[in-house]
């Protein structure tokens, strides 16, 4: 560890204060006036030297260094200050889209638009899209280079960058979030081919995970592999998600609907942080209890009781007979979810089974127990 | 109500002071993260904000003071986007006695630019290489070692040496200035 003031204020700014270093900086900053305000001259000093150290060995030094494109210079406005105020709506858009100085990445060629307007540098949390019919090549600082095709759409981040349409392939190591999931890539080329429900990921060289809400799969050298949405109601947990995690659950969702003091009415499998559980509603007298009952030992987590009437969602067949249709609708499933509704004046019961891969939905008549419909579940009702 | 003359002048003043306090309030930001390429980023924030919310500032509002509290909540959000991440942050406790640094009328800022500025004409023409790759081509410190066939930590000691040499530079000729 260093006693020279300026050395640690030095490593803070390249970054590189080591542990004990960074609690001694601290501690400085807190008790010593003097290496305060060395920090403050070393850290203008900074900001000046990168305006100052200009791109050409043959330019001079103190010669104003002209705006590369697409970046708005500040001081090359100095002489126009006084007729300044009609520009201030362009400053504010130029200052946000410009990317002057704005450090994480630069097109190498191609054309692009920053946050609608085209630049050749953009900043954290840029969101870019391309121009033309050409692909876009970008460096980011950290050496990393993505391409995009044109129209696509992309985020971009420190160390990882989002697609949110179109194909996009990235050299280096890095993290890509698709609309479907997010891909760790350790060195190698990904390509990545993105709708909102589809993606297709193939990789050359390095290794690459792909997780889908916990599910991860590893991608080698030379694989290619599609992905497509389905999804699960309320949310966007992949339904692969729910499967397996269902899988776990020693409780079924009858066992848990039966822990309640009334008629059910509502049951939904629910994966948390670190718990299974399955959350039932229920009628009692005139009002709606609601529990939450560990998937895995059939303890009570929650117990609720609100004054709202759910008298009219247990009028028709029991929740179990509902149940007990889906599973004969589909024979070797379970069920994930099972709920009473009101649509158009007709009560209606509607449960969600998984069955081998695929999850379905199954509607019924909540008076008869009729079958109403019977669907893949693929949206987010 | 507010006309459009008084509207106008206010703006103005507002595009005015932006321009003037630049190079303060970024360095203000590049000390509370220690990254000056990332300050540049947040800067373009705080000055978008700024132009959003200029009816805050009034004549009898210090221009650096009200830049201050917009820069530190600037950082806090950004300190708090990168909370997971293993990033060095001065810690809380020092955010405000930092940013506080910046608002002395005494600091000499703008003699301090020009000084540095002087400073660098003088630079020897490997050490301006090294600082061009650095700050002009934003290339990483790996990437700058490895192209001048050194290490990290000789490229380290080399760009520590400059910078000690332009703080020199810049103390002599403040001093130089301040004599009688």
């Not at chain 1, 993606?199 to 809400?213: C, E, I, M, N, W």
């Not at chain 1, 949310?235 to 079924?252: H, M, P």
């Not at chain 1, 942080?273 to 009952?293: D, H, I, N, P, S």
Request: charged share 30%; glycine share 8%.
């Amino acid at each position: 560890m260093t006693n020279d003031p300026a050395l640690l204020v030095h490593r803070y700014l390249e970054g590189s204060l080591e542990e004990a270093e960074s609690a001694e900086f601290n501690v400085r900053v807190r008790n010593d006036p003097d290496f305060r305000a060395l920090l403050a001259r070393m850290s203008f000093d900074e900001v000046v030297l990168r305006e100052l150290i200009g791109p050409a060995e043959s330019q001079p030094a103190a010669a104003p260094r002209p705006a590369p494109a697409g970046r708005w210079h500040w001081m090359a406005t100095r002489g126009s200050v006084a007729a300044a105020a009609a520009l201030l709506v362009a400053i504010a858009a130029l200052l946000v889209f410009s990317g002057r100085g704005a450090g994480l990445a630069t097109v190498v060629s191609g054309r692009l638009a920053v946050d609608g307007i085209e630049a050749t540098r953009a900043s954290e949390g840029s969101r870019v899209t391309v121009i033309g019919d050409k692909p876009a090549v970008v460096r980011f600082r950290d050496g990393v280079t993505a391409e995009f095709s044109p129209a696509t759409e992309a985020v971009l981040n420190d160390g990882s960058v989002e697609v949110v349409r179109g194909i996009a392939g990235f050299t280096g190591t890095l993290r890509v979030v698709t609309p479907l999931g997010r891909v760790d890539v350790r060195g190698g080329a990904l390509r990545t081919e993105c709708e909102p429900d589809f993606v297709k990921l193939t990789l050359t060289g390095g290794a690459a995970d792909f997780d889908r809400t916990g599910l991860v799969t590893s991608l080698a050298d030379g694989a290619s592999r599609d992905f497509r949405r389905e999804r699960v109601g309320k949310g966007n947990k992949a339904w692969v998600e729910y499967s397996r995690r269902l899988a776990e659950a020693r409780l079924t969702l009858l066992q848990a609907a039966a822990k309640a003091g009334g008629p059910a009415f509502s049951v939904e499998f629910d994966v948390e942080e670190k718990r299974l559980t399955w959350e039932v509603k229920f009628a009692k007298g005139t009002q709606e209890g609601e529990l939450k009952v560990d998937a895995a030992d059939g303890s009570i987590v929650e117990d609720d009781l609100s004054p709202e009437d759910c008298s009219a969602l247990v009028k028709g067949i029991p929740l179990a007979d509902a149940v007990a249709t889906a599973l004969r609708e589909a024979p070797g499933s379970r069920a994930v979810s099972a709920e009473f509704k009101i649509r158009q004046n007709r009560l209606i019961a509607r449960t969600v089974v998984v069955a081998g891969e695929r999850l379905l939905r199954i509607t019924v008549d909540g008076l008869t127990g009729d079958v109403i419909d019977r669907c893949v579940e693929d949206d987010d009702d | 109500m507010e006309g459009v003359e008084e509207r106008n002048v206010r703006e103005e003043t507002l595009v005015t002071n932006i321009i003037r306090h630049k190079r303060v309030i970024e360095g203000m930001i590049t000390a509370l993260i220690g990254d000056a390429s990332t300050a540049e980023d947040l800067f373009q924030e705080v000055a978008v904000i700024m132009t959003r919310k200029r009816e805050e500032v009034d004549e009898d509002c210090r221009f650096v003071a009200w830049g201050r509290t917009i820069a530190a909540n600037v950082v806090r959000d950004y300190r708090k986007s990168r909370a997971r991440r293993r990033v060095q942050f001065l810690d809380d406790a020092s955010l405000e006695v930092v940013a506080a640094e910046f608002e002395k009328d005494d600091a000499g800022w703008e003699e301090r630019c020009h000084a540095l500025r002087r400073c660098t004409e003088t630079l020897p023409a490997r050490d301006r290489q090294i600082l061009q790759r650095r700050y002009h081509e934003e290339e990483s410190a790996e990437e700058v070692a490895a192209s001048l066939s050194m290490s990290r930590g000789a490229l380290d000691t080399m760009l520590y040496r400059i910078r000690k040499a332009l703080q020199l530079c810049v103390e002599g000729r403040l001093r130089q200035s301040e004599a009688p």
